[in-house]
Each structure stands twice: as C-alpha cells, then as structure tokens.
C-alpha cells in the first residue's frame, strides 16, 4: 500500500470517529440542550429556568448584574432565569459562549433580535444602555452560566 492511500485512510477512519462521537455523545451535565424547553405547564410569567448563583460575582459582574436587572430581568427574569410568555432564560445551553458569542448580547441590544430559538417574538433593541453596561451584563451572564454547567 503506498503512503498517500495510508494517509487518505487515516483521514477518513478519523473523521468517521469524530462524527461518530458527535452522533452518539451523550447530553450535557445538568439537562442542558440546545432545544428550548417545552413550558406549557408554567403560567404566565413563570421562571423557566432553575438558576443557581455564584457564591461571588467579579466585580465587572456585579455592575452588570445592576444594569441587567434594571433592563433586562423584566423580561429575562431576575437571575436570567426566563418568564414564560415573555423572554427566554439566558442561562441555558444555546446561550453557551461557542453558540452566542459575547458579540452576540451586543448586537441584540443594539439591533433587538429576531426570534428563532423560542416562542416569545422578536425582541426590540434596548435603549439606555452603554457598551460598558453591555459588557458587564455579559460578564454577569457568564458567570451565571458557568455556575450552571454552561461553558
């Protein structure tokens, strides 16, 4: 056998391994998955989500965690746990960092966003807010998400 079919056949035995972990990996610790759950049993205005909390904050964290619960947690809910029929919980899987990056919180209170994960409508831009209130807010989510499992 000469050298490149021994090549092309490593290649291809490493991609059929990849993608057969990927195919039969089992979910993330702690439920987490990237389809919204079903909330049909909650009433209206219900935490979606069950959100523990860092025993301590960064101090970047702890601003952010001001400005969000003065902009965002009407909708998102206190702790970014979600309320049902109004915003999703921000401490969840789709959120994680390599699904919505950082850039991605900034746009949407930039521009507001359209929905396409869950079921609650578009979410409008959000006045008010500084790239440094956006950022803080970020850090507060993180820290809420990886407190959660959510990487």
């Not at 966003?113 to 979410?123: D, E, L, Y």
Request: aromatic fraction near 6%.
């Amino acid at each position: 056998m000469d050298r490149l079919t021994m090549m092309i056949g490593g290649v291809v035995v490493a991609g059929a391994a990849v993608l057969a972990v990927n195919l039969f990996k089992a979910p993330a610790p702690g439920g987490h998955s990237m389809t919204a759950p079903d909330t049909g049993a909650l009433a209206a205005g219900d935490p979606i989500a069950e959100v523990r909390l860092p025993a301590a904050l960064s101090p970047l964290a702890r601003n952010g965690k001001l400005a969000f619960e003065a902009k965002c947690a009407a909708c998102h809910g206190d702790n970014a746990t979600g309320r049902e029929g109004a915003a999703p919980p921000l401490v969840h899987k789709i959120y994680e960092p390599g699904h919505h990056g950082d850039q991605s919180f900034f746009m949407a209170v930039q521009n507001g966003v359209r929905a396409h994960h869950w079921p609650f409508g578009n979410m409008p831009p959000v006045p008010g807010l500084t790239r440094g209130d956006v950022k803080g807010i970020v850090a507060y989510v993180r820290e809420l998400q990886r407190e959660n499992g959510i990487f």
